[in-house]
Nanobody, 113 residues
């Protein structure tokens, strides 16, 4: 199994920013595409953003222009910079490989006025 340790979540107001991190046990990370998913209350994991082994990125339309995914292969870590967050961004955020494998614990993001 791959170990994922997500961090950086918290409570913030609409318009605020958060930076999520995910430490990954799979090495070398540079060989793998990685992605972030969100699990909102009552819903299953939904795609947020991905970054390929060539650093090309893809985003869900709802976060495009606000979120940025990046990776530091030397640290076996991927990031999700979340700017101008909105109430609908609330959920538990998980990282995973592409294609998906087991899930880590995730990190909770709550956006509330």
């Amino acid at each position: 199994q791959v170990q994922f340790v997500e961090s950086g979540g918290g409570l913030t107001q609409p318009g605020g920013s958060l930076r999520l991190s995910c430490a990954v046990s799979k090495s070398p990370l540079s060989f793998y595409g990685m992605a972030w998913y969100r699990e909102a209350p009552g819903r299953q994991h939904e795609f947020v953003a991905s970054i390929a082994d060539d650093d090309s990125t893809r985003y869900d339309d709802d976060v495009k222009g606000r979120f940025t995914i990046s990776r530091d292969d030397a640290k076996n870590t991927i990031y999700l910079q979340m700017n101008n967050v909105q109430v609908d961004d609330t959920g538990r955020y998980y990282c995973n490989t592409v294609p998906k494998t087991n899930w880590g614990p995730g990190t909770q993001v709550t956006v509330s006025v």
